[in-house]
Every structure is written in C-alpha cells, then in structure tokens.
C-alpha cells in the first residue's frame, strides 16, 4: 500500500490492498448509548490497533454530563496518539484545537484536513493520514470538572505492507498568554508601534512548531485574542512569518511579508472564509478587537527538513505586540522526536472576551 495514494480522486480505480477497519463507541449492548463517560481526571484509552495499518479519518463530537458543556471543556480536554510501542505521545493537543479552531470555540468550516460541521460545528472531522508500522493508540484525557460525553469513529485501513517509508503523523500546541511585546507608550506615534522597528534575528517571535528529526511540515491553525484597549487602528497582524530549517541563520530562505499574507489572505481581512487550504474561520470584533482563528496548511507544499524545523511568526510587527497567541501545528516526521509538553489546564484556559 502507497500511503500518498489515499483521498486522491485518480486512485479510486486502482485495487487496493487493505481491509477497511472501524472502532466507535456504539453501545456494546446493542441499546442506543452510543457513547463513553470519561471521569474527570481519567485517561481513556479510546482506540488500541495492533497491526500495520492507516487512520484515513476520525469524527468526534463531545459533551458534558447532562447535555451542558462546561465552560472550555474542549480546551480542558487532551487529545493524544501514540505509534509503534513509543512511550510519548506524537499528538498531544486540547480537544477542540487538534480539530482545527482554538479559544474553545466551535464554528462550522471546511478545509481539506480538517472540519467542523453542524450543528455549530460541533461535529469534528479530522482527514489527516496517520500511519503506523506496528500499533497504535489513541486516547482521550478529561481535565474538566465533570464527566465528559466522547462519541467518536476512528476509521482505519489495516494493510500487510507499504510500499514506501513512512513517517508518522504529528500534532503538538504552543500558547503564549501575552506574547512579550512593547509598550505602546514608548513610541512617539501609535503608527510607529504599529510599523516600526528592526527585526533582524526573530528570536522573539511566537513558535508554532520547534521540531527535530527528518521530516516536512504541514501547517497550522494560528488563534489570536486581540486584548489591546486602544481605541485607534488595533489590527494584531503585521507580523512576519519566519521559518528556519536545519538551523539557518536570519534571514531564513522562507521569510513571509505578514500574518495575513501567511495565511494566504490581504488587506486585514474581518470577512470569515473557508478554502481546502488556508482560511479564517473567526475574524474578531470590530477593530479586530477579540478573538480571531486563521488557518495554512501545506498539504500541496510541505516544507521539508533534514534535521530541525522552527516555524515562528511575529506577534505585531518587531513583535510590538501583547496579546494571546496560540497555535496547532501539523507535521510528519521519522522517529524518534522530541517529546512533547503541555501546558496545565489552568493555563490552557481562554481569556474572557472583556480581558
């Protein structure tokens, strides 16, 4: 089996050698409790494969005890996988960002990887390729206050053989809650905190992914809660993309114009927009006063790497500026990687929108 044939329309004539495998959470007794209770605090195991095989498509939608979510359940929630017998996890992200849109928010959009869908988006879809040579196991973690609701499909294709190397899938996610900006007061103008100021290292721009190995990167979610109070012109972009690979110095070979320009858009864009590969699925208040969610993923240009990734963005032109950055990133790499963190669940929380 060739794992880069899966999805593609002019593969669908070709035979394919696998057997199309399911775990759910139907109800075992054959009642319509198709569900499983998580306990706050517990760790489950929703899905343990153990063959060869390929996740072609998860669906989750989650809920708490009684039909009424706690407040930020879907950031209070971990996702995480784990491939071929290793100890830490390659996925480790909160429940409702791995599915495309941070902030604990749901909403309805469609992109190529990833989708949330109605009702209120609280249907997720995840499309990514997770292959995997020997096993596989996925589980669900419950940092919330109260029992949490898991209905899920993960959908999988068992194979005996690939046909090529692999790498296997990652996810990991970086919060900086407020990004370490300057103070506006300290310029002569609000333009010139707005436009001004030398970047010449990128040392102090947000890191969407900080990866090691051989590999390619595949893109990412970004989440900003704009939380300035100015009332003059308050768009949080302006902030250069800057991607380093294998160590190069600054300026790196892929060095972008601007957030909105990384994310394939113009002009400080408020109107929401859903294409397969770049989007902006909450586009804040006026004056992009809030909260925002701009997606890029790489899937027709992954960025590739032979021993190190650090995708950074600056939070404001010269990194100006204070606000709540989060981001998801996607990659695909050879093991073994870096392990992955995360933060508390104290510290994984949104702002309220009046912060």
Same mark, same amino acid.
Not at 81 to 96: F, H, K, N, Q, R
């Given at each position: ?13 070709? /035979?394919? *050698?696998s057997?199309? @495998?399911?775990?759910?959470?139907y109800?075992r ?7 499983? =209770? +998580? ?83 609280k ?7 997770? /292959?995997? *040579?020997?096993?596989? @196991?996925?589980?669900?973690?419950n940092?919330?206050d ?6 899920? =499909? +993960? ?38 905190w ?28 970004i ?16 902030g ?6 294998d ?8 060095h ?32 992009w ?16 790497f ?19 950055w ?30």
């Amino acid at each position: 089996m060739n794992p880069y044939q899966i999805g593609r329309l002019d593969n669908l004539m070709i /035979p394919r *050698q696998s057997r199309r @495998k399911r775990i759910s959470s139907y109800d075992r007794r054959g009642g319509n409790d198709d569900r499983i =209770y +998580i306990k706050p605090g517990e760790t489950r195991v929703i899905a343990d494969i153990k063959t060869k095989g390929v996740i072609t498509h998860i669906w989750m939608t989650s809920s708490n005890q009684g039909f009424k979510p706690e407040t930020h359940h879907l950031r209070k929630t971990l996702l995480m996988a784990y491939w071929d017998d290793e100890t830490e996890p390659s996925v480790l992200v909160p429940l409702g960002d791995f599915f495309g849109m941070g902030h604990a928010m749901t909403k309805n959009f469609v992109s190529a990887p990833l989708q949330m869908s109605p009702e209120d988006g609280k249907g997720f879809n995840s499309w990514w390729v997770m /292959p995997f *040579q020997k096993n596989a @196991k996925l589980a669900v973690k419950n940092e919330c206050d109260t029992d949490l609701i898991l209905y899920f =499909y +993960i959908d999988y294709e068992e194979v005996d053989a690939f046909d090529t190397d692999i790498l296997t899938f990652h996810a990991s996610w970086h919060r900086e809650c407020l990004t370490q900006g300057k103070d506006p007061k300290t310029f002569e103008t609000h333009h010139a905190w707005c436009f001004e100021g030398d970047n010449t290292t990128g040392d102090e721009n947000f890191v969407i992914l900080d990866a090691k190995g051989k590999g390619h990167y595949v893109g990412c979610h970004i989440d900003i809660h704009n939380v300035s109070k100015s009332p003059e012109w308050d768009w949080p972009g302006e902030g250069d993309d800057m991607i380093f690979i294998d160590g190069e110095p600054w300026p790196p070979n892929l060095h972008g114009t601007g957030t909105e320009d990384y994310v394939n858009m113009a002009w400080c864009p408020r109107q929401t927009y859903s294409a397969p590969y770049h989007g902006l699925i909450q586009g804040g208040d006026e004056n992009w006063k809030g909260k925002i969610t701009y997606y890029r993923y790489h899937i027709q240009d992954p960025i590739t790497f032979e021993q190190s990734i650090k995708v950074t963005i600056e939070h404001g032109h010269n990194n100006n500026r204070s606000d709540d950055w989060s981001a998801t990133a996607y990659w695909y790499q050879s093991e073994p990687h870096q392990p992955l963190s995360i933060k508390d669940v104290k510290d994984r929380l949104p702002l309220d929108d009046e912060s």
